[in-house]
């Protein structure tokens, strides 16, 4: 099962070389869970290819991960709610709370998307 998993998780380019999980060439934050309806849900409304992931760490410890990641440049703006970079055909943005675009409920963990420019 496991290696099935992993097989998948290559074809589809989650994970790189090194063993970290990636999103069109950019590291997806550590320990981060994957979530597809939120993806989904951004492709639906928004016409953009992404990937997204959500994580109970802060938007603080997140965005100091993304400013290490070469290739990424942050935008102006970042606040304790919210950062974004941009670099590698790609945009990441981290925030916390967010709104859930199918329900409108408030969301409380840090969603992380990274999507396709």
Not at 91 to 110: E, I, L
Request: hydrophobic share 45%; proline share 5%; aromatic share 8%.
């Amino acid at each position: 099962m496991f290696k099935q998993a992993l097989v998948v998780a290559v074809a589809a380019g989650w994970i790189g070389a090194a063993g970290a999980a990636q999103q069109f060439g950019v590291e997806v934050y550590p320990g981060a869970a994957p979530a597809p309806e939120v993806a989904k849900a951004l492709k639906e409304s928004m016409q953009v290819e992404g990937g997204t992931f959500t994580t109970a760490d802060s938007v603080e410890k997140v965005t100091a991960f993304y400013k290490r990641q070469p290739g990424l440049k942050e935008n102006p703006g970042t606040d304790k709610e919210s950062s974004s970079f941009m670099g590698k055909g790609v945009m990441v943005t981290v925030q916390n709370p967010w709104m859930d675009m199918k329900t409108g409920a408030k969301k409380a963990s840090t969603l992380v998307s990274i999507v396709k420019q």
